[in-house]
């Protein structure tokens, strides 16, 4: 089988195992895992904020965040098919009590205007206040698309005059900084605080971080530990996340060539295709994923019409080849 589901399947490589059988570890709940502050001191410096909190998921990550910026009652703006509003089963407003309201881009990209529309200051205690902006980069549902850097700085400015925070889900803003060149320190300097994950195109079996200012940071570290998230001798799990840092962002280039190449056999314009993710539209979507499977690609659907197709770093060029042909006779 040929598993293009998600880049969340690849198995640790040898060198990760290796890296992380020889972690340093300590109880991280006393603060005394030394992998795991090198990980967040490494993940912090590389956005240019002052600390940064591991977590055991993405989902926990982006829920603490949010839940930082936003108080209960309060809203936060994102795009329709963010993961924060569809792909985290409701926690913003089962676990933080918060409200969402969204603006809707084919590509997931920010729409000042609709943004403008939508916001909502401090009239007094009458209505629903916006709290915070959130954005998602790359954008999952919309194909793995970038958010331009211009536009994230644009929407900054216009939350900031407005007393509004930033939270930016980079889940794979290593695939952002991938496909554009742009510094990691000039995404982190579009937000308040950023979620990472490196469990996806990293490579790495678990983990993601939670990047801001120490304040707000510490305050994390208090609520992760009420959820639930205060983990022991992490250090091993660090590991894996430090060593895919050294080994596996720059490869990434090869996981966005062999998406343009699987684009181009699903009928998708490979220049359209940014990253590693290709998500087309399909009346039989679900019956597509079907066949492929029958056929040894393994594909997922995102909505009812959605075919995604992701590449990962455990999908060769010659996968990559195979799973095309199989896509294109379909
Ligand atoms: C995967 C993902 C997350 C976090 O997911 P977990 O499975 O909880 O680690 C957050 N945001 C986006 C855009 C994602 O793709």
């Not at 954008?139 to 509004?164: T, Y």
């Not at 009420?226 to 060593?243: E, H, K, P, S, T």
């Amino acid at each position: 089988m040929i598993d293009l589901r998600s880049d969340t399947v690849t198995r640790p490589s040898e060198g990760m195992r290796a890296a992380m059988a020889r972690a340093d570890v300590g109880d991280d709940v006393y603060g005394e895992d030394p992998t795991v502050r090198e990980l967040e001191e490494r993940v912090a410096g590389l956005l240019g904020h002052e600390a940064a909190l591991f977590t055991p998921t993405g989902s926990m990550a982006n829920v603490l965040a949010v839940g930082l910026l936003v108080a209960p009652g309060q809203e936060v703006l994102c795009e329709s098919r963010a993961h924060i509003a569809r792909a985290e089963l409701g926690a913003h407003g089962a676990v933080s009590g918060l409200t969402m309201r969204t603006w809707s881009h084919p590509r997931g990209q920010v729409d000042l205007a609709a943004v403008e529309d939508l916001f909502a200051p401090d009239l007094g205690p009458f209505f629903v206040r916006t709290a915070a902006i959130s954005v998602e980069n790359t954008h999952n549902f919309a194909g793995g698309a970038v958010l331009p850097i211009g536009e994230l700085q644009a929407l900054r400015a216009f939350a900031s005059e407005r007393g509004a925070a930033v939270h930016l889900d980079g889940a794979r803003l290593w695939n952002a900084h991938v496909a554009t060149g742009v510094p990691f320190s000039a995404y982190g300097a579009t937000a308040d605080v950023v979620a990472v994950c490196l469990s996806k195109g990293l490579g790495a079996p678990v983990g993601s971080l939670l990047v801001g200012p120490a304040a707000l940071v510490a305050e994390a570290r208090v609520r992760r530990k009420r959820l639930g998230g205060g983990m022991r001798q992490v250090g091993i799990l660090a590991a894996a996340g430090i060593y895919a840092l050294d080994h596996h962002v720059e490869r990434l280039a090869d996981d966005h060539a062999h998406a343009r190449l699987l684009a181009e056999a699903c009928g998708v314009d490979p220049a359209t295709v940014d990253t590693n993710i290709v998500a087309f539209d399909r009346p039989d979507a679900v019956a597509v994923v079907e066949k492929a499977r029958a056929d040894g690609v393994l594909i997922g659907a995102v909505g009812a019409r959605t075919v995604r197709v992701v590449t990962h770093l455990d999908i060769s060029r010659a996968d990559a080849e195979a799973a095309a042909r199989v896509l294109a006779a379909l």
